[in-house]
């Protein structure tokens, strides 16, 4: 079973509101058909218009109830908003409410100036956007104003697992600009937040189960985008050390947990 959702450059998040919204439902309904048409082969994750948080929850409720999608898929940021923004509540809190679980993708990163060769953007930009992502939430107690939130950052949650030790330590020894919102410092929600497994790396994945925890990290195929795994789920397949029990948690327990889903 695959997880459908929307290409990110789809988002839309600088237009107007109610277009973007139009485009939502375009887009949702669309993934709508087709896991109505197969549902033994795909679950849906739609996308909303964040940059109005009332018409995000709104679409947010239709999917969810209309079209039984498992989640809902976002952007790393909205427009100038972090994901900690206090403008963002009623969307986790709906979320929360619903068991709509999110999905968090890195997009609009910059792509000018130095960032402009190499293909920086995707290779530095991304992992970099998605641990923005991952500290705002953080450090910004979105956690803590709503515990029962279902989040999932993508490509192994960007260099958040190799960078945490740095993270905690700027968080002990400067509180006074990392603890201004929560008090609580990132390594206490080691266990709390998802990732895909999507890091190309043996010991980079190795890393990332450590970090976030055996129960938290699941398949990600980023298909069929040249980024993706081309045999998805073969990394977890070909981990030397790992136990079936483990496999079977990264390769599907855990995403089927993190969606709600039904034991087949």
Not at 133 to 154: D, Q, T, Y
């Amino acid at each position: 079973m695959q997880v459908l959702s929307t290409v990110p450059v789809m988002f839309c998040y600088w237009a107007k509101p109610k277009d973007t919204l139009d485009l939502c439902q375009i887009l949702n309904n669309d993934i709508a058909e087709t896991v109505q048409k197969y549902p033994d082969r795909f679950v849906g994750f739609g996308t909303l218009p964040m940059q109005s948080p009332e018409l995000a929850v709104e679409e947010m409720k239709r999917v969810k109830q209309e079209h039984g999608f498992a989640g809902v898929q976002i952007g790393s940021h909205v427009n100038d908003w972090n994901l900690d923004a206090p403008e963002l509540n009623p969307v986790f809190a709906a979320a929360e409410e619903l068991d709509c679980a999110i999905f968090v993708h890195p997009w609009d990163m910059e792509q000018e100036k130095r960032m402009s060769k190499y293909w920086l953007p995707w290779l530095v930009g991304m992992p970099a956007e998605t641990t923005v992502a991952v500290v705002s939430v953080l450090f910004g107690g979105v956690l803590e104003r709503f515990p029962r939130l279902k989040i999932c950052f993508a490509h192994g949650c960007g260099v958040f697992p190799y960078t945490v030790g740095r993270i905690e330590h700027g968080f002990n020894v400067r509180p006074d600009l990392c603890a201004v919102d929560n008090n609580n410092g990132p390594r206490s929600y080691v266990g709390k937040i998802w990732s895909d497994s999507l890091v190309h790396d043996r010991e980079a994945l190795r890393l990332l189960v450590n970090v976030l925890g055996e129960d938290r990290v699941m398949l990600g195929s980023d298909y069929p985008f040249p980024l993706g795994e081309h045999h998805p789920g073969k990394l977890i397949e070909n981990m030397p050390d790992y136990t079936q029990q483990q496999k079977a948690k990264l390769l599907w327990e855990n995403c089927r947990n993190f969606l709600g889903l039904k034991n087949p």
